[in-house]
């Protein structure tokens, strides 16, 4: 099966996490339904942490309010342990400070459980592929907190360190895009490439600057004024 959205043919694998076994039983059938596997389940964070070393799944559908372990530490440990594994929160908690603390944690996208059935298939799809997903009104907010990180004084660079490879004009063009908000859907139809370069030229230039993940990356872009280009 090919998806669209990430030019990948393998099914997605996917975990879901969450402490109330009806709606995690329920999601997990309607995700296996749509033709994604689901290679794990857990109720609580320890053992959320343990099956997903274990299973590794493409992506990570995890609740944050988790007896044991809370969902942020969650997404701290195996993003930590597996850099490429993604995680698509799934909650009912739509303030701010969560939604925050769950991306500064390592999480790609964050969707409220009033999303529907189709919305949280399609927010799976992306986030496996590296698209940043968020439910409407929440995307504008992870940006401006990225412009608020970008403001404050970065720490001292350490003098023995090299300086950073240079990019190239298209690495440069995407992170410029990055910066500004752009999904990497969006970023592929405004620069006429395919989805999958676009995703090349970030891992490309995650790997080249030494960072982690998008907030890293995205901070990096606006320090430098490329948002603003």
């Known amino acids: 099966m090919t998806d669209t959205t990430g030019d990948r043919r393998d099914p997605i694998t996917v975990m879901v996490v969450d402490d109330h076994p009806m709606w995690r039983d329920a999601v997990a059938r309607d995700l296996a339904e749509s033709g994604f596997e689901v290679v794990a389940t857990a109720g609580d964070g320890d053992q959320a942490v343990r099956r997903a070393k274990a299973a590794a799944p493409d992506v990570l559908v995890l609740d944050l309010n988790l007896p044991g372990k809370p969902g942020v530490q ?8 597996n850099p490429a594994l993604r995680v698509l929160v799934l909650s009912a908690s739509g303030e701010h400070a969560d939604v925050l603390e769950a991306v500064k944690s390592g999480a790609t996208g964050y969707l409220l459980k009033s999303a529907s059935t189709g919305e949280l298939q399609d927010a ?7 698209d940043p997903v968020f439910t409407p009104g929440l995307a504008g907010l992870v940006l401006g907190e990225y412009r608020r990180l970008a403001s404050e004084p970065a720490p001292a660079p350490d003098t023995d360190e090299p300086k950073a490879p240079r990019l190239t004009d298209r ?12 999904s990497y859907k969006q ?20 790997g080249k600057l030494q960072l982690h993940n998008r907030v890293e990356l995205v901070r990096y872009a606006i320090e430098r ?3 603003d280009e």
């Not at 799976?124 to 590296?130: D, E, K, L, S």
């Not at 690495?171 to 752009?182: D, H, P, S, W």
Request: aromatic share 0%; glycine share 8%; net charge positive.
């Open 124 to 130: 799976v799809r992306r986030t496996a592929v590296g």
């Open 187 to 206: 970023i592929a139809e405004r620069l006429v490439i395919s989805h999958r370069t676009v995703q090349n030229h970030v891992q490309n230039t995650l």
């Open 225 to 227: 004024g490329l948002d």
């Open 74 to 81: 969650v997404c701290k440990e195996v993003v930590g342990d």
């Open 171 to 182: 690495e440069t063009e995407v992170l410029r895009l990055v910066a500004k908000g752009l």
